[in-house]
């Protein structure tokens, strides 16, 4: 697996879909995020199991 990669994801907000570069030679995360269209603080939670980083998105206040 390399180090950074880039996922597409739709925000929890307003829907679009955005772009997120990951760290991935720091393990599991959590971390807030600004969607690039509505600006609204987005939840990134990181999980590294297994061969493809998983990544999910929720609103700040529902994390």
């Not at 597409?8 to 307003?14: D, E, F, K, L």
């Not at 599991?28 to 199991?49: K, M």
Request: charged residues 25%; negative net charge; proline residues 8%.
């Amino acid at each position: 697996m390399q180090s950074l990669e880039t996922v597409s994801r739709s925000c929890p907000y307003c829907g679009e879909p955005i772009e997120l570069l990951l760290d991935c030679t720091e393990g599991d995360q959590q971390y807030i995020e600004d969607c690039q269209v509505c600006c609204r603080p987005i939840t990134v939670d990181l999980q590294l199991e297994g061969p493809e980083p998983v990544v999910m998105l929720t609103c700040e206040n529902d994390a």
